[in-house]
Nanobody, 121 residues
Framework: QVQLVESGGALVQPGGSLRLSCAAS????????MGWYRQAPGKQRELVAD???????NYADSVKGRFTISRDNAKNTVYLQMNSLKPEDTTVYYC???????????????WGQGTQVTVSS
């Protein structure tokens, strides 16, 4: 089994900052891409940012210049630093990781349970 545990979601005022963390644990041989997605009620889940094992990064246009993704490969952990938060950033954020459980397994996607971010005055 592989578990992704997120933390850091909270209520914050517009213009404020939050840092999300997601730690992967369990039966893990290697992790390729890790990322953050978000999903508002009634909408499709959308990519916020992702990062490869080697450090290549991709951001959604809506968060460029405000959010920063990073990872600690030794800790199997990915972070999302969110600055200049806006009310439209309010939603549930999900962590994703492409995990290989053994050398013979392919990479499979795993998801965290989600963490709520609310931006409101």
């Amino acid at each position: 089994q592989v578990q992704l545990v997120e933390s850091g979601g909270a209520l914050v005022q517009p213009g404020g900052s939050l840092r999300l963390s997601c730690a992967a644990s369990g039966s893990i041989f290697s992790i390729n891409g890790m990322g953050w997605y978000r999903q508002a009620p009634g909408k499709q889940r959308e990519l916020v940012a992702d990062i490869t094992y080697g450090g290549s990064i991709n951001y959604a246009d809506s968060v460029k210049g405000r959010f920063t993704i990073s990872r600690d490969n030794a800790k199997n952990t990915v972070y999302l630093q969110m600055n200049s938060l806006k009310p439209e950033d309010t939603t549930v954020y999900y962590c994703n990781a492409a995990v290989r459980r053994t050398p013979k397994n392919p990479y499979n996607d795993y998801w965290g349970q989600g963490t709520q971010v609310t931006v409101s005055s």
